[in-house]
């Protein structure tokens, strides 16, 4: 893995949805995202993500990827409902405790260690071959842009197969304050994305043509820093590859 790797999250936050201050610098690299992890006993609340599991719910089980996969919640929850599931991050720790989850429970998924910038499955068979891959909250950073984040990720998807993005669709009030609080660039890292506007960059990335099976924006309730009730909204896309 280079430094110049993509920025990944994914999964619900830990304590009750909660949105708190990050470390100085939004982890932007392999390095950071380690950092992050191994610096707290979890960043997650174990569960999965709603959206994912609201839009996924209703498809035939088949072949999953889930780039960012963060500690797991989300690899685990498909592999519990019939999903060959496997799940990559840049983070060692990430995937370590992704690994003893899914073990802890008795689940049979897959994970590695890697950046979607150049990783390929073992199995040749599983190379473009996936039937869904979804990310979950993907970020990009200087110089990659997120039209190039899409292609990389799309290209894991078989022809038929779905692709399911979810992301920031608005950024929290407190965001300016953080940003000048940490200097870290939030809205640089989190640019909020519209479904349709993923969408279009999509296509523009894909040689491959997609059709758009779900759009919309989403809330979910969380806690600011300050502890105060407030809600953020997420764009969902579920494109299928034609």
């Known amino acids: 893995m280079s430094d110049q790797a993509v920025s990944l999250t994914s999964e619900t936050p830990a304590t009750t949805e909660a949105v708190g201050p990050r470390p100085v610098g939004v982890p932007d690299s392999v390095a950071a995202w380690e950092e992050r992890y191994s610096g707290a006993e979890s960043v997650w609340s174990g569960n999965p993500n709603d959206a994912l599991v609201a839009a996924v ?47 802890e429970r008795g689940i ?38 997120r039209e190039e984040l899409l292609a990389r990720v799309a290209a894991h998807v078989a022809p038929g197969g779905a692709l399911l993005l979810v992301s920031h669709a608005t ?26 506007g993923d969408f279009a960059l999509l296509i523009g990335a894909s040689p491959d043509r997609w059709e758009i099976e779900l759009a919309e924006i989403r809330t979910r309730p969380v806690t600011s820093p300050d502890g105060d009730p407030s809600e953020l909204e997420d764009a969902v896309l579920l494109a299928r590859r034609i």
Do not use: Y
Not at 117 to 125: H, I, L, V
Not at 177 to 185: A, L, Q, R
């Open 171 to 196: 950024m929290p009030d407190w965001a300016a304050e953080h940003d000048e609080k940490f200097e870290h660039g939030m809205e640089h890292h989190h640019e909020p994305v519209s479904p349709n």
């Open 57 to 103: 719910g209703e498809m035939t089980p088949g072949r999953v990827l889930d780039v960012g996969c963060g500690e797991g919640a989300d690899v685990i929850w498909l592999a519990e409902h019939g999903w060959d599931a496997t799940g990559i991050d840049l983070s060692t720790t990430a995937v370590d405790r992704a690994r003893r989850a899914a073990d």
């Open 108 to 145: 049979d998924a897959a994970f590695a260690v890697a950046d979607i910038s150049d990783w390929e499955p073992e199995n040749t068979d599983r190379r473009g071959g996936f039937d869904l891959v979804t990310g979950c909250f993907l970020h990009t950073r200087l110089p990659d842009t």
